[in-house]
């Protein structure tokens, strides 16, 4: 559904000023994502290898549901929902400063990875791999519903 192997092309990338890049590869047709916006989304988590790390749907596809700006997402997430619209899948590429810089356990920014294993991954790149230039976690995002 998500489609988030397909190839996409680099002039598809955009990148915001905080260093988040992103490329929509579904746009969405539905109510917009702003400010403030309560979002329902669907996730892919990768490292910046592609390895698979976690998705919503290994966890019954039960979806992130936050408010922009209220702090309960990772920054990059926050930061690159905006404008999106529903039914649409964004591909980011969030650099480690922008993501789970509060930790991985339960009731920290997310999406949070479920399972000692993918949160040992995500925790292992954010400790390890922070200061790499032009290291990412990817995390393909499908947004359900926006109100």
């Known amino acids: 559904e998500m489609d988030d192997q397909a190839p996409v092309p680099r002039e598809a990338y955009k990148k915001l000023p905080s260093g988040v890049i992103y490329a929509d590869l579904r746009p969405g047709t539905g109510e917009e994502v ?5 979002v329902n989304l669907q996730w892919v988590l990768r490292k910046s290898n592609g390895y698979f790390v976690d998705s919503s749907a ?8 936050f408010a922009v700006g209220d702090g309960t997402a990772i920054q990059g997430l926050d930061e690159g929902v905006r404008g999106m619209k529903s039914g649409g899948v964004r591909r980011l590429l969030i650099p480690p400063s922008l993501a789970y810089v509060q930790g991985l356990e339960d009731g920290k920014p997310g999406p949070l990875p479920v399972g000692f294993g993918p949160r040992q991954q995500m925790r292992r790149v954010m400790n390890v791999r922070k200061d790499v230039p032009g290291e990412y976690i990817f995390l393909e995002v499908q947004v359900t519903r926006v109100r």
């Open 34 to 38: 702003k400010d403030k916006s309560r």
């Open 58 to 65: 290994v966890s019954g596809s039960v979806p992130f549901i």
